[in-house]
């Protein structure tokens, strides 16, 4: 079955970039994403990445996809104490029309002071 | 006032006891989800809706039941709690006007405690 991987932890100091990684196994997927989920509050949608692109720039925020590697990463430049949270890479796909996500485990990234 | 609400947002119970939590969205969306989320486990589906008559089962069904009564709600009933269903659940809604069409939008979840 599909599977989607992200390391668990990841600490930077504040001004830093972060990068979190996440690969996944599903060559079919559509569109892949990363939701930001601060404490106490549920998953809010930060970007998504289309399967055929390989780089997404929004601010802060870059997303690079390795479709041969299925390998996916988003990069926060200048990192802030706000950034802190669990951070989930998601693969979609359309199977049979089904609308599912497919969420890894979560990175929680600390930033210090 | 936010696109998906749920209700209670915390809730304590005891074994067997049955409970429900809701959901409610205002985005217009015709998919609607339900996830638990444990720590180190990540989320996992529980059920999942397309339409009012369209009900599916997620990677981890036994034990939930739920109940579209409307396009807009999405309820989630535990039948006979046990303390391995104490959890983070979160609703989640889709539509396929979205850009992209499988983007889902979260709940603020429910924190659920069986005793």
């Known amino acids: 079955g599909e599977d989607v991987e992200q390391s668990l932890f990841l600490s930077v100091r504040e001004g830093d970039s972060s990068v979190i990684n996440c690969t996944y196994t599903?060559?079919?997927?559509?569109?892949l994403y990363w939701y930001k989920q601060e404490p106490g509050a549920g998953l809010q949608l930060l970007t998504y990445?289309?399967?055929?692109?390989d780089m997404k720039q929004d601010q802060r925020l870059t997303v690079l996809l390795n479709k041969k590697d299925k390998h996916l990463s988003l990069r926060i430049a200048d990192t802030q104490t706000g950034d802190s949270a669990i951070y989930f890479c998601?693969?979609?796909?359309?199977?049979?029309?089904?609308?599912?996500?497919?969420f890894g485990k979560g990175t929680k990234l600390s930033v210090i002071p | 006032d936010a696109d998906v609400t749920q209700t209670p947002r915390n809730r304590i119970t005891k074994t067997g006891k049955r409970i429900m939590l809701e959901c409610s969205q205002t985005?217009?969306?015709?998919?609607m989800y339900w996830y638990r989320q444990d720590p180190g486990l990540g989320l996992r589906l529980i059920y999942y809706?397309?339409?009012?008559?369209?009900?599916n089962k997620g990677e981890i069904s036994d034990g939930y039941s739920v109940s579209r009564q409307a396009q807009a709600k999405f309820s989630l009933s535990l039948e006979s709690a046990i303390p391995n269903q104490t959890a983070l659940y979160f609703c989640?809604?889709?539509?396929?006007?979205?850009?992209?069409?499988?983007?889902?939008?979260f709940g603020p979840g429910t924190r659920l405690t069986v005793l």
């Open positions: 985005k217009g969306h015709d998919r």
């Open positions: 989640a809604t889709g539509g396929y006007r979205e850009a992209p069409m499988d983007t889902q939008y």
């Open positions: 599903d060559s079919s997927s559509t569109y």
């Open positions: 990445i289309f399967s055929n692109m």
């Open positions: 809706s397309f339409d009012v008559k369209d009900i």
């Open positions: 998601a693969e979609g796909n359309r199977r049979a029309g089904s609308y599912q996500l497919t």
